[in-house]
C-alpha cells in the first residue's frame, strides 16, 4: 500500500511539473476583455458599421439611415445586438465605408439626388441639435479631437453638421479624413481569449502563420464640409478614386444644406503604424481622468465611517455594556426594582418585536433590496476585473439583467423567512413571493412602458420594439417569478429566527417629542450620500455626455463605504429611537438609509438643470426624470435593505443580552 501510494505521489509530481513547464511554451500572453483580435493582411478589406446618430442635447437616437447618407451597395443589414445594445437604443448597421489594409486613397461614395424640403429641414434640425455619427471600424468607435480654449478635448463620433456663428447657413459634414492605427502582429504563439461581438475565440500556435499581419489599433477621423461639383461627381461609380483635398477654410467652399442642393459624399482614408499593442488599444479611450477627485471623494467617506464607527463603539461598548453588566450583577428582587426605574430602550422589551405596520410590504422591499444589492456587487465586481469591457456593447447591462434574473431566487428566501420571523406562520407566503417578483420590475416595466411611447412618438431607435417587450416579459415571468417562488418555498423549510423576549399583548403608549421622528430619518440620509455624490456625477456624466465610465475599482471601492455607512446610520438611529421609548423602529431602520435615495434624486434634478443645460426640449427632460427615477427607486431598496438588516440584527443582539423572566 506505501509503494503505490508513492507511486501515486510522484505521478501527480511529474504531471504537474510537466504542466509548469509547458503552459507557459503555450500561453506566453493572457488577454480577458474586448472582442476577438483580428489580423489582415495588406489589401484585405475592412469594413466599417456605423450606430445610431445621438445627441447631448435630446439623448434621443435617430436611426444613421434617417438622413439622406450614402447607402451600401448591397443594401442595408443590420448586425447581431445583444439585449442591452437593444435596450440602449443602438441600431449598428452595415455602411459604405470600405477600407483596404495598408493602402492609402481618396474614394468617391455617392451623389445625392435633389434635397426635398423634409430632407433639409431634418438636417438642419439635426445639425442645430448638435447630433454625432457614430462609426465603428473593427469593434472600434471613431474618434476626433477638437480644441477648445486652446484645450485638445477628445470625441467620439463626428457632427452630422456644423452652424458658424458668423453665418445663419448650416453646412453639412461631407468628406472624412480617416487614421487607421495599425500594429504589425508576427503571431509569436500568443494565446488569446475575447468576449466581445464577435464570441470566443483562440489563437494558439496552429494559427501563427495565419494570425500574421495587422491589427487595427485606433480609429480616427477629421471631419469637412467640402462643395464638389455634382454634375461631374455624378459620373463616378461608387469607391472611383478622386484627387484628395484639404478641408477648407472658406465658408464658401463648404457644402452648405439647402433645398435642390446635391451633396456628394467623399472619403480619405491613411494607415499609420502605430507601437500600441492590440490589449492596450482601448487605454487612449479610456484615460481615467479626475483620479485625484475620486481618493478626494473616498478620503471623505472614510472620515465620515470613522467618526460614525466611533458612535456605535461608544453606544456598544460603554452605554450598552455598562448596562448589562450592572443590570445582571443585581438580584431578582433588586432587578424588579430596577426595571420600575428604567428609562430609554430597557423599557421597550416587551414590544420592540411587535409587528410593524405595512409588514408585507416590508418584506417585499427587503427581498427586491437583497436582489437589487446583490446585482450590483457582482456586477461591479466582474467590472473591476475587467470582465466587462466597453468594447463589449450592452455587455455590462445584459449581464446586470441576467444576474437581477437569476438573484429571485435568494430574493424570495430573504422576503418569505422574514414574513415568517414577523407572523410566526408560513401561511400566505405564496403571496410575498408574487409581490417580491412583481414589485420592483413592476415600477420599472410601468416607467419604461410611460418613456417609451414618448420614444415611439419621436421615431427614436430608443424606443423598446414590441418584440422586446414581449422577450422581456418572456425573462420576467419565465424566470425571475419562477425562482422566487421557488426561493420563497426555501423560506418557508428553513428555520424561522426567534425573538429573543416575549411581545406584550397591550402596545406600550410612546411618549411624545418636541419634533418628528422623520426628520432625523431623513437628515440620516445625507451622511450615506456624502460617500455617494461625487462618483454619482462621473457616473451621471458617462450615462448623459456619452463618455466612458470604466473606473470600476473606484466604484467598488465607493460601495464597499457607501454599505458600511449604511449600516452604521441605521444602527445609530435605531437605537436613538429605542432610547427615547419608540419601540416603531423597522420602517424607520429602512428609511435611515434608504432616504440616500431622495437626495439622489434631487442631485439628478441639479445635474440637468446645472450641468446639462444643453439638454433642450420637455421630452429630453421627462426622459432624464424618468430614467433617474428608476435608479433613485433602486438606491432606496438596496440601500435602505442593508441598513434595515444590519439593525435587526443589532436589535436582536442587544435584547438577547437582556435576562428577563
Known sequence: ?????????????????????????????????????????????????????TSIETELPFNYYSLPYCEPSGGIKKSAENL????????????????????????????????????????????RDLYQVNMILDNLPAMRFAKQNGVNIQWTGFPVGYSPPQSNEDYIINHLKFSVLVHEYEGSGVEIIGTGEEGMGVISEADKKKASGFEIVGFEVVPCSVKRDPE????????????????PLELEKSQIIREQERITFTYDVEFVKSNTRWPSRWDAYLKMEGARVHWFSILNS????????????????????????????????SQAQMNEELSGWKLVVGDVFREPNCSKLLCVMVGDGVQITGMAVVTIIFAALGFMSPASRGMLLTGMIILYLVLGIIAGYVGVRLWRTIKGTSEGWRSV???????????????????????????????????????????????????TLLGGFLGTRAEAIQYPVRTNQIPREIPARKYPSWLLVLGAGTLPFGTLFIELFFILSSIWLGRFYYV???????????????????????????????????????????????????????????????????????????????????????????????????VHYLFSSVKID
Open 1 to 53: 500500500m506505501a509503494s503505490s501510494s508513492t507511486l501515486k505521489m510522484t505521478s501527480l509530481m511529474h504531471w504537474a511539473f510537466l504542466s509548469m513547464v509547458l503552459f507557459p511554451c503555450v500561453c506566453n500572453g493572457f488577454y480577458l476583455p474586448g472582442s476577438y483580435m483580428h489580423t489582415y493582411s495588406t489589401g484585405e478589406a475592412i469594413l466599417a458599421k456605423v450606430n445610431s446618430l
Open 302 to 333: 472614510l472620515m465620515v465611517i470613522f467618526f460614525l464607527a466611533g458612535i456605535v463603539f461608544v453606544i456598544f461598548l460603554r452605554t450598552v455594556r455598562r448596562d448589562l453588566t450592572r443590570y445582571e450583577e443585581l438580584d431578582k428582587e
Open 552 to 650: 470600476f475599482g473606484f466604484l467598488l471601492v465607493v460601495l464597499s463605504l457607501l454599505v458600511t455607512v449604511c449600516a452604521e446610520v441605521s444602527v445609530v438611529l435605531t437605537y436613538m429611537h429605542l432610547c427615547v421609548e419608540d419601540w416603531q423602529w423597522w420602517w424607520k431602520a429602512f428609511f435611515a438609509s434608504g432616504s440616500v435615495a431622495l437626495y439622489v434624486f434631487l442631485y439628478s434634478i441639479n445635474y440637468l438643470v446645472f450641468d446639462l443645460r444643453s439638454l433642450s426640449g420637455p421630452v429630453s427632460a421627462i426622459l432624464y426624470l424618468g430614467y433617474s427615477l428608476i435608479m433613485a427607486v433602486a438606491i432606496m431598496l438596496s440601500t435602505g435593505t442593508i441598513g434595515f438588516l444590519m439593525s435587526f440584527y443589532f
Open 433 to 483: 413571493s408574487w409581490s417580491v417578483a412583481c414589485f420592483f420590475p413592476g415600477i420599472v416595466f410601468i416607467i419604461l412602458t410611460a418613456l417609451n411611447f414618448i420614444l415611439w412618438g419621436s421615431k427614436s431607435t430608443g424606443a423598446i420594439p414590441i418584440s422586446l417587450y414581449f422577450i422581456l416579459l418572456s425573462l420576467w415571468f419565465c424566470i425571475s417569478v419562477p425562482l
Open 84 to 127: 442591452g445594445e437593444l435596450l440602449m437604443g443602438d441600431q449598428i448597421d452595415n455602411s459604405p465605408y470600405r477600407f483596404q489594409m495598408n493602402i492609402n486613397e481618396s474614394v468617391f461614395l455617392c451623389t445625392t439626388k435633389a434635397l426635398n424640403e423634409h430632407e433639409v429641414k431634418l438636417l438642419k434640425q439635426r445639425t
Open 232 to 247: 461631374a461627381m455624378s459620373k463616378l461609380r461608387m469607391y472611383d478614386k478622386v484627387a484628395p483635398i484639404s478641408c
